[in-house]
């Protein structure tokens, strides 16, 4: 296998160290990105095959560099080095089986200190990877779950770990501190009565779509959902489902109207992450029903955008 290609013809996430061939660099790095290629039992019509999503970012990711001209000129890759140690093995068709595989390869992440970064993959895989943080650290968490959906319902047609639940699931786990949880960016039908009602019975905040777009100020909103998700709790933790964003920005992902511009995702993503966020993960990503595999080149500037946000906090 090329030292450039963390399995076949599929390069590392945008240049990075490959901790698959060389294990031993995983103290050298700074951060490390991780693929977690599953979509659960459940899935919804056309909408299916967001496990292909940690190959294609990294596919599409080979087009760019670390250098941001609009973020004071700062080039990510003079600043920190990246790692990535490729992807879970999932089991297919096996739910409970794939959450405990998630789980324990999270806490070897979780283990080396270094800022990680899940690609997925549905979002049920963020469950798995903040119960290894509450399990390998001791820590309080608080989160900042930027999504369309509230994705708290109790199962997913009978699956508890299926891809509409995980925030239910980390609702009942301990250490995570529910009024430290935001659902942040939350619009649309496709939510239900129940779901509002639930996130405010555990002491979750939820600010809409139009919360953020009515901001008169984006950069001062996005640090006041920081200080709610930072209250009480020891490390923040940020997920991101590709539907947070307007269709219009997202061909990759569910035909989602209303949701925001690329602007102002990633204007928050680096806000928080300035302030000091714990790890990430950006999910359901569809690749087969983008042409222009936009979505999964734009993870990559979501990425890069958290990069930039964590060196400036180490400064």
């Known amino acids: 296998m090329s030292e450039k290609m963390i399995y076949g013809n599929t390069p590392c996430f945008l240049g990075a160290e490959n901790l698959v061939k060389n294990p031993e660099r995983v103290k050298d790095v700074d951060a490390i990105v991780y693929g977690v290629p ?6 919804w019509g056309d909408y299916t095959g967001c496990e292909l999503g940690p190959k294609v ?16 000129h700062i080039d990510v890759f003079e600043h920190l080095t990246l790692g990535d140690m490729g992807d879970i093995a999932v089991t297919p068709a096996e739910p409970e089986d794939t959450k405990n595989k998630i789980n ?39 989160i900042i779950h930027l999504d369309a959906h509230y994705d708290n319902n109790e199962h997913s047609v009978g699956d508890p770990y299926g891809r509409g639940s995980p925030f239910y699931r980390l609702y009942e786990t301990e250490g ?34 139009n919360d953020v777009r009515e901001a008169k100020d984006l950069r001062k909103f996005a640090n006041e959902v920081y200080d709610i998700a930072a209250n009480e709790t ?20 569910p035909a989602d109207g209303n949701g925001l511009t690329s602007y102002e995702l990633l204007t928050i993503v680096h806000e928080v992450c300035k302030r000091g966020v714990g790890g990430m993960d950006f999910v359901e990503v569809y690749p087969q029903q983008d042409e222009t595999d936009f979505s999964s080149h734009f993870a990559s500037w979501v990425i890069l955008y958290a990069l930039a946000g964590e060196i400036n906090r180490k400064r």
């Open 104 to 142: 324990q390869f999270a806490k070897k992440v979780w283990e080396t200190g270094a800022f990680p970064i899940a690609l997925g993959g549905d979002h049920g895989i963020t469950y798995p990877i903040v119960e290894a943080l509450t399990q390998s650290t001791g820590k309080k968490v608080g």
């Open 57 to 72: 970012m990294r596919l599409s990711s080979g087009r760019y560099s670390g250098y941001l001209p609009e973020l004071d």
């Open 176 to 209: 995570v501190r529910n009024e430290s949880l935001v659902h942040l960016g939350i619009h649309g039908p496709r939510n239900k009565a129940e779901n509002g009602k639930l996130a405010k019975e555990v002491g979750a905040t939820t600010l809409t779509v």
């Open 234 to 253: 020891d490390i923040v933790y940020l997920s991101i489902c590709s539907d947070v964003l307007d269709h219009a920005f997202n061909p990759g992902g």
């Open 38 to 43: 599953w979509e659960g039992a459940v899935t």
